[in-house]
């Protein structure tokens, strides 16, 4: 089996057992523009699963894949942690803590470090199951990425 076959049917099954909890998990994608690169600013896109906690927290995982559009690609997995400050429960302003690896890949070679951040946004809900969130974030070793995620309610 595929090295890449494996994180994508854990991601899928774990999609499938949440979906069986009504709005307590949400999984977004989304595009950013950040400065994830040694020389100028990079694109980007993420991936999140995120699972929502009594009151107005949440707790899941992110993925962001950057390319600088020259030769540095940079990968970060992340561990998240949001907090909502608005009366319904999970959605409008958030502030988040994310923490995980910032891996580099350059023609010299692969560098991996450490990577945290904090990061700001306001999730707007499109109808019951759908969301829009715009979002900024700042951290180490990355600098900041402004964007938007758009996903799903399950």
């Known amino acids: 089996m595929k090295k890449w076959m494996l994180p994508v049917l854990f991601f899928l099954g774990v999609c499938l057992c949440a979906y069986a909890q009504e709005k307590k998990t949400s999984v977004g994608l989304g595009a950013e523009w950040n ?8 694109g ?52 988040q803590f994310n923490i995980g690896a910032f891996i580099a890949f350059e023609e010299k070679g ?6 945290s ?5 306001f999730r707007i809900p499109l109808g019951s199951s759908f969301y829009f969130e715009p979002c900024g974030r700042l951290g180490y070793p990355f600098a900041f990425g402004l964007g938007f995620m758009t996903g799903i309610r399950l």
């Open 35 to 42: 400065m994830d690169s040694r020389h100028d600013f990079a």
């Open 110 to 115: 692969t560098t991996p470090m450490i990577m």
């Open 44 to 95: 980007g896109t993420a991936l999140n699963l995120l699972f929502n906690l009594p009151g107005s927290s949440a707790f899941g995982f992110s993925c962001t894949g950057s390319m600088n559009f020259n030769n540095i690609y940079v990968m970060e997995p992340a561990f998240l942690v949001r907090q909502y400050f608005s009366q319904d429960k999970h959605s409008g302003f958030f502030l």
């Open 117 to 121: 951040g904090l990061a700001a946004g």
